[in-house]
């Protein structure tokens, strides 16, 4: 699976977007672009995931360029409740469900 | 309520003092996954399960057993702890490889 690359922590405006890099630039063509978030240290949350068109649900959006080497998850009105580390993973769809979890990005909403 | 259980959420034992830690899902999903959540070193999939008595070693098996019995459940066994698997520990199912995985509340291990 692909390595990624996220930044180790961003601070956002509660009531602001909250616009989270991840870069995947060794991914492959048939690997997925997933996102989920831990609250301190609770069980990883699903957010969403993408092969190449952008994404939307009631979370968030993900946008992945052109050439699919970087991503930005979009949480577009941050919450209090949105501090957590955000994982960006990398993997193909089938076979064993392993996700390799790094180190993330500590997103920090200031009321 | 779509869910994924774990018991005990604590636990502090001793080495060498087997122990087993459960998970079930009600999702009626096909995959179940260990991990081990350490500071610094993210989360680490231990065993998984793609179907009932089909399992295979993730990335840290070393000193785990589990079994898949039934489609439901997935208990992760410490034969003979030691203090090196201290950890919190989280079970997690998916109706298939690619598809989002539900997460545990965790299990957090003292071996002292």
């Known amino acids: 699976d692909a390595k990624t690359t996220q930044p180790p922590s961003m601070d956002c405006a509660e009531g602001r977007a909250a616009n989270l890099p991840c870069n995947h630039s060794?991914?492959?063509?048939?690997?997925?672009v997933y996102w989920y978030r831990q609250i301190h240290s609770q069980g990883p949350q699903y957010i969403i995931h993408?092969?190449?068109n952008n994404e939307t649900n009631e979370m968030a959006s993900l946008i992945i360029t052109e050439d699919r080497k970087s991503s930005t998850l979009i949480l577009p009105h941050a919450t209090l409740r949105d501090t957590a580390v955000y994982y960006c993973?990398?993997?193909?769809?089938?076979?064993?469900?392993?996700?390799?979890f790094g180190t993330g990005t500590r997103l920090t909403v200031i009321p | 309520e779509a869910q994924v259980t774990q018991n005990p959420r604590y636990l502090i034992t001793v080495t060498g003092k087997k122990l087993t830690v459960t998970c079930s899902q009600n999702?009626?999903?096909?995959?179940m996954s260990w991990y081990r959540q350490d500071p610094g070193l993210g989360l680490r999939q231990i065993y998984y399960?793609?179907?009932?008595?089909?399992?295979d070693k993730g990335d840290v098996p070393e000193g785990y057993k589990v079994s898949r019995k039934e489609k439901r459940n997935f208990p992760l066994i410490l034969e003979s702890p030691s203090p090196n698997q201290t950890s919190l520990y989280f079970c997690?199912?998916?109706?298939?490889?690619?598809?989002?995985?539900?997460f545990g509340p965790g299990t957090r291990l003292t071996v002292t």
């Open positions: 997690a199912s998916s109706f298939e490889g690619g598809t989002e995985q539900y």
């Open positions: 060794t991914i492959s063509g048939n690997e997925y």
């Open positions: 993408g092969l190449k």
């Open positions: 993973i990398v993997r193909v769809w089938t076979g064993a469900n392993n996700l390799f």
């Open positions: 999702m009626n999903h096909e995959y």
């Open positions: 399960s793609m179907n009932v008595e089909v399992t």
